[in-house]
């Protein structure tokens, strides 16, 4: 690789170290009790303003202390601290959704949830129990900017009554298509889930299994962003592991990166992206968070090359 375009590469694409951790005394959630790992979506990175933010939550705790008004719309998951085991809550949650404050309805969630918050709603979310001392609650907001796409596809059903902005339990489940390399089950939500015209997709894999998971170059016709982060909440900016990944603005120009600590790749429309290698994980126990998050409401390759990796040491599946 050469030092100038990596460089150039690392300015446009490539956010990592202190770039994408948010410490606990700056998190808007003052109860966080470490670290937590964000994306902001920056005119420098992607565009469209917004942000992702991933914390660990360890005791019981009124997220809104008084409900509050949704300045932008959101997309709020829930699930379980125990990263080889992402379907089960470990916990209970009430979330209050409502159009004022006086007609709000409470919803009481004991299994993995996604809630979905649209500009003008109000709402609040109360962590109510955490079943196993020291096991956290993963949670995830996402934020959308002002200039996010939208789809010209809008169901107005979604409107039908507040429980349509809450998916919970298998709703928001996959299986990775080759079990061996990533047999943890999958949280995933996405716009279409909610009726919603937002263009929003995101996903998120415990990495348990070195092993590799696109073995070809390939575009899409929408920003993805792939975000890479530790299971251990006490130091998430560790990343349990080894990644190599390669990204290029054309075939001549492909570059590998290779990481160790939390990561983020903004994958803008058109950019040739992978091979993807998990070329190593630590302690199965603690796997690699891996996270896919795209301005899109399907995961639809434009383009894929013949570049294809020549790497027979791990199982691959290329999807």
């Not at 009790?33 to 660990?56: A, C, H, Q, R």
């Not at 996959?174 to 061996?180: I, Q, T, V």
């Amino acid at each position: 690789m050469s030092e100038e375009r990596r460089q150039e590469y690392m300015s446009k694409y490539v956010r990592t170290g202190s770039d994408v951790i948010l410490p606990k005394g700056s998190n808007p959630y003052p109860q966080m009790k470490y670290d937590s790992f964000i994306l902001n979506v920056t005119p420098d990175f992607g565009g469209f303003g917004g942000s992702t933010l991933w914390s660990y939550i360890y005791e019981p705790v009124q997220m809104q202390p008084e409900p509050v008004i949704c300045d932008r719309p959101r997309y709020i998951t829930v699930f379980g601290g125990i990263a080889t085991d992402f379907t089960r809550l470990h916990g209970a949650a009430e979330v209050s959704l409502g159009t004022s404050k006086s007609d709000m309805r409470t919803f009481i969630l004991a299994e993995p949830f996604a809630v979905h918050m649209k500009k003008g709603m109000y709402y609040s979310i109360n962590i109510t129990r955490i079943d196993i001392p020291g096991v956290p609650l993963h949670y995830n907001e996402f934020i959308l900017g002002e200039d996010a796409p939208l789809s010209e596809k809008f169901d107005e059903s979604g409107d039908a009554g507040f429980a349509s902005f809450i998916k919970t339990g298998e709703a928001i489940t996959a299986k990775y298509p080759d079990k061996s390399n990533v047999p943890c089950t999958i949280m995933t939500t996405d716009s279409n889930m909610f009726k919603s015209n937002d263009m929003m997709r995101r996903t998120w894999m415990p990495i348990t299994n070195p092993h590799i998971m696109a073995k070809q170059s390939h575009t899409h016709a929408f920003t993805e962003y792939l975000v890479c982060y530790g299971s251990d909440p006490e130091n998430v900016s560790d990343l349990g592991g080894v990644i190599e990944f390669t990204i290029g603005e054309s075939l001549d120009t492909l570059e590998t990166f290779r990481i160790e600590k939390a990561t983020q790749f903004c994958l803008r429309d058109g950019l040739l992206h992978s091979p993807l290698v998990f070329r190593e994980v630590r302690d199965p126990r603690k796997p690699i968070i891996f996270c896919e998050v795209s301005y899109s409401d399907g995961l639809v390759q434009s383009k894929k090359y013949d570049n294809v990796l020549a790497d027979d040491s791990l199982p691959s599946y290329d999807y």
